[in-house]
């Protein structure tokens, strides 16, 4: 938004479904797009930058802040719509704490 009012500050507007085009395209995360498809097929919000982005806006699960105690330690962490991811990192085998090549020899 500060950008095409800065563009327009300097006599340069931007058409509103232009900008609404511009702002669908930078969308990339999969679990918008329905959101997507929704502001494409009404020509309300294709027509309204302003409209089309409180749409969007409104489609996005907030993260949230969950506390838990943990050894008797209160911690914070963000989760995504209430539900933690879990599970272990990639390289972490069966709770070890070390990586995949940890202790083989390997330099």
Do not use: H, W, Y
Not at 15 to 43: C, G, H, M, Y
Not at 45 to 74: D, H, W, Y
């Amino acid at each position: 938004m500060d950008c095409f009012l800065e563009l327009a500050r300097f006599n340069e507007p931007v058409l509103e479904s232009k900008k609404v085009r511009d702002f669908l395209n930078r969308i990339k995360a999969p679990e918008l797009a329905a959101a997507k498809q929704q502001v494409k097929a009404t020509a309300n919000l294709m027509a309204n930058f302003e409209e089309a982005a409180n749409f969007i806006a409104l489609s996005v699960t907030p993260l949230k802040q969950a506390n838990r105690m943990l050894a008797g330690i209160e911690t914070n962490s963000l989760t995504q719509g209430g539900r933690g991811r879990g599970g272990r990192g990639r390289n972490d085998r069966g709770g070890r704490g070390r990586g995949r090549f940890a202790g083989r020899g390997r330099g």
